[in-house]
């Protein structure tokens, strides 16, 4: 079966760094998105990764490794505004997207 | 990044009525439009994958003749919930794939429209 695994929630502090991991077993690999969602709103690219290693874009990094099905997210100098849920989402061998239930990440002062 | 845009944001009916909602790309073309369906403080399940000019493919457990899907077009795809009934009180998502992405896969989300049936 198709299967994406993410924690269901994490608390962390203005200004420190947060590790947000995925596993996922799917039918094929087409690469690996993140995207976040604030509350009621739709969910907003962040990420891809198709290829082993670490894509890093300003505060956000992702990282990818195929061989253990494994992700994650990581984020630096966090901020109130990065309080939201973050999705794990595998592209199948269709190009459908398998989601993860998300992270929801709350940040405290 | 590339706009989807979505419409409406916010449709309030009464039960039994019918709903349209639109999905628009509208700076690139896109062959491929997915629709989404989230519930509160639940994942975004995909209902429906809709390709231009083709009959739309369901996921297991969407009734067709409920949520009708039309992509007429490259840039425009739309969601009609028939018959509407307060269980389909939601929030539907629409996403599209660029043709200029390379295949990458990236989708661009529309901004969503929050349905409540009275």
């Known amino acids: 079966g198709q299967n994406i695994d993410q924690p269901t929630e994490m608390t962390a502090t203005e200004g420190a760094i947060v590790q947000i991991n995925c596993t996922y077993q799917?039918?094929?690999?087409?690469?690996l998105f993140w995207y976040q969602q604030h509350a009621g709103e739709a969910p907003t690219f962040l990420s891809y990764?198709?290829l082993d290693g670490l894509e890093e874009k300003g505060r956000f990094s992702s990282f990818l490794s195929r061989s253990k099905g494994y992700s994650y997210l990581l984020l630096k100098e966090l901020q109130m505004k990065d309080s939201a849920s973050y999705l794990c989402?595998?592209?199948?061998?269709?190009?459908?997207?398998?989601w993860g239930a998300g992270t929801k990440l709350i940040i405290k002062p | 990044g590339a706009v989807v845009s979505q419409h409406p944001s916010w449709v309030i009916c009464k039960s039994g009525t019918s709903v349209k909602i639109e999905c628009r790309s509208l700076?690139?073309?896109?062959?491929?439009m997915f629709w989404y369906r989230q519930f509160p403080k639940q994942s975004l399940m995909l209902m429906a994958t809709?390709?231009?000019?083709?009959?739309?493919?369901?996921e297991q457990g969407v009734e067709k003749d409920k949520f009708l899907i039309n992509h007429a077009s490259l840039t425009l795809s739309t969601l009609t919930v028939t018959s509407a009934h307060p269980e389909d009180s939601s929030f539907y998502i629409c996403s599209a794939r660029s043709l200029a992405g390379g295949d990458t896969g990236e989708l661009f989300f529309g901004e969503g429209s929050r349905l409540t049936v009275l």
């Open positions: 990764n198709v």
């Open positions: 809709s390709n231009e000019g083709s009959k739309a493919t369901y």
């Open positions: 799917t039918s094929g690999f087409n690469g």
């Open positions: 700076d690139f073309q896109a062959t491929t």
């Open positions: 989402a595998s592209l199948d061998s269709n190009y459908q997207l398998i």
